[in-house]
């Protein structure tokens, strides 16, 4: 039995093959928080029915599924290179050998998803497990503040969300997308859930609900058998982290502009690739979700003392320079070099007693040859991403 509440759950990540088919999770990352949610949107008639004074049950059903929300993480030396990757859309160019340096820039995230596994435990000591597959990234954010632990946020847009498993042993498969079974009681709630077993395709899901015994699948079953045993739902997988994982603090950032080194009080910075879901007919769920053509937005905010006129005047002048935020301890290090410039909203103020300090915002602009404006250097002992 386990913990009856938070200190029993886990969030897990995987790379998809197919977007949207269900991947037990290879990688498990302590977490702060997870909200990835699934909105069932219904469509409700605004037609005129003679002398009601409410909706009828009959002019509201099922429209669009959204799956959306965020996992809020510390940053750390070792298994956020993945998420990186999706981050940045694209797979890095690594070189070295423990440790290896992951080198990422901007990329078309085309064919990117990854399934998501939550743990959440109920307070009747089961862990129930909730995997949202079809995961794109469409922002994160990377924060400091001095005193404290570097945190990764991100927020990604699904296809599917399902939660719960069971297993049954009396399925019953054709060679078609027809699969029953007499134990299973399969309701609503089943639909869209992964199914597995010997026959089912790698992959495939409840597509639709018949009866309470009968489902259809999303692919053909390849074999004709009964007595199969079926998994509806992913099981909870393995919770195991990476070795020696310890988490940034801002005792290991430092801050460079125009090559010259500036003390940082806090720093945020962040990437908003412009996902959106896709919808279609005959579907309630989105297919891949996608870029929506506007152009990516990178920028966030320097937090220092007050010292001169330096940083004030190169936003006056508009200059472009190399801004880089960078994270060491011992082997283990990130630096992110940014081709950026400062954005109105830094001017020194007084405002209380106290030491004046300036929130400097910047932006990103892609340079030449560096279309993205943004390079990402992560070091540590991933030997993949």
Request: proline share 4%.
């Amino acid at each position: 039995m386990a913990a009856p509440s938070t200190i029993a759950g886990s969030v897990g990540f995987a790379d998809e093959v197919t977007p949207g088919l269900a991947v037990a999770p290879a990688l498990h990352l302590p977490v702060l928080e997870e909200t990835i949610e699934r909105t069932d949107n219904p469509l409700e008639s605004d037609a005129i029915w003679a002398n009601r004074r409410i909706r009828d049950e009959d002019a509201s059903n099922g429209g669009n599924i959204e799956v959306a929300g965020s996992v809020n993480l510390e940053l750390s030396n070792r298994g956020d290179t993945k998420l990186f990757k999706h981050i940045f859309g694209a797979a890095p160019s690594t070189s070295g050998a423990g440790p290896y340096a992951h080198t990422f820039t901007l990329g078309d995230s085309s064919g990117l998803t990854a399934s998501i596994q939550a743990g959440v435990p109920g307070v009747n000591g089961t862990v129930y497990p909730k995997t949202s597959t079809g995961c794109k990234l469409s922002s994160a954010e990377i924060a400091g503040d001095v005193g404290e632990i570097v945190t990764l946020g991100t927020e990604w847009v699904g296809m599917r969300q399902t939660i719960g498993s069971r297993t049954v042993a009396d399925g019953v498969l054709n060679t078609t997308t027809t699969v029953t079974s007499a134990n299973a009681n399969f309701t609503e709630a089943d639909r869209y859930k992964p199914i597995s077993g010997t026959g089912i395709p790698v992959g495939a899901y409840i597509s639709s609900i018949v009866s309470e015994s009968t489902i259809l699948l999303s692919a053909a079953a390849t074999a004709t058998a009964t007595g199969v045993s079926i998994v509806i739902g992913k099981a909870l997988a393995s919770v195991t982290y990476p070795a020696d994982r310890y988490p940034y603090k801002m005792v290991h950032a430092y801050l460079t502009i125009g090559g010259t080194a500036y003390d940082m009080t806090s720093f945020s910075l962040g990437i908003d690739n412009q996902i959106e879901a896709r919808y279609f007919a005959g579907d309630a769920c989105s297919k891949e979700p996608m870029s929506n053509g506007n152009l990516a937005e990178v920028g966030g905010t320097i937090g220092t003392e007050f010292g001169g006129l330096d940083l004030y005047d190169r936003y006056l002048s508009h200059e472009k320079f190399a801004l880089v935020i960078g994270l060491s301890n011992g082997a283990d290090s990130l630096v992110v070099t940014t081709n950026s410039r400062f954005t109105p909203g830094g001017s020194p103020n007084i405002s209380g007693r106290g030491r004046v300090m300036q929130d400097i915002p910047f932006s990103c602009l892609g340079a030449g040859t560096d279309a993205s404006g943004i390079t990402a250097v992560l070091t540590n002992s991933d030997a993949t991403s």
